[in-house]
T-cell receptor
Framework: DAKTTQPNSMESNEEEPVHLPCNHSTISGTDYIHWYRQLPSQGPEYVIHGLTSNVNNRMASLAIAEDRKSSTLILHRATLRDAAVYYCILRGLMNRDDKIIFGKGTRLHILP | AAGVIQSPRHLIKEKRETATLKCYPIPRHDTVYWYQQGPGQDPQFLISFYEKMQSDKGSIPDRFSAQQFSDYHSELNMSSLELGDSALYFC????????????FGEGSRLTVL
């Protein structure tokens, strides 16, 4: 399985943008890049996903490098509620049964 | 919108006892996943079901079993409980034909004394 590498933890000030990096140098051409997050004492929740082009939704933006070997999750204006563990996960296009395999993730701390 | 419902939310058992956790997926979701998250750890995939059949298996102990019923709800049965089984157990569901994201429940916290 293609693996991802993320920093263990990051810190950001409230109301500032946050850029969470993810390296996936062994990504295959059919792998989607998914991001999930887990707030304290809650189940994981979907954030965003993409294949090649940058993606935006109400929660975040996903910037994907041209060679697809890395990506960045962007929270445009962090709030205290965004403090969570963020997981970058690769999921195969053709495998509709694919479960989510969680790696180590990045623990994001938001400073008031 | 309806979410994934898990019950009970908290459960306390003694060693060697049996526990059963229930998961009610989002309506029209046909695939259910179970995860275990120990203290300070990341969620670990246990097992999944699609249309009432086991579709994938992860690091689930032999003491654990699970099934998906005709109404698509799922139950995780854990026997001969050990102290190390104390964890948060998450259930997730999705609609397979959409190949979309997984929706997770709030989790069931099992404490084994």
């Amino acid at each position: 399985d293609a693996k991802t590498t993320q920093p263990n933890s990051m810190e950001s000030n409230e109301e500032e943008p946050v850029h969470l990096p993810c390296n996936h140098s062994t990504i295959s051409g059919t792998d989607y890049i998914h991001w999930y997050r887990q707030l304290p004492s809650q189940g994981p929740e979907y954030v965003i996903h993409g294949l090649t082009s940058n993606v935006n939704n109400r929660m975040a933006s996903l910037a994907i490098a041209e060679d697809r070997k890395s990506s960045t999750l962007i929270l445009h204006r962090a709030t205290l509620r965004d403090a969570a563990v963020y997981y970058c996960i690769l999921r195969g296009l053709m495998n509709r049964d694919d479960k989510i395999i969680f790696g180590k993730g990045t623990r994001l701390h938001i400073l008031p | 919108a309806a979410g994934v419902i898990q019950s009970p939310r908290h459960l306390i058992k003694e060693k060697r006892e049996t526990a059963t956790l229930k998961c009610y997926p989002i309506p029209r979701h046909d695939t259910v996943y179970w995860y275990q998250q120990g203290p300070g750890q990341d969620p670990q995939f246990l097992i999944s079901f699609y249309e009432k059949m086991q579709s994938d298996k992860g690091s689930i102990p032999d003491r654990f079993s699970a099934q998906q019923f005709s109404d698509y709800h799922s139950e995780l049965n854990m026997s001969s409980l050990e102290l190390g089984d104390s964890a948060l157990y998450f259930c997730a569901s999705r609609a397979r034909f959409l190949a979309g994201e997984l929706f997770f429940g709030e989790g069931s916290r099992l404490t084994v004394l």
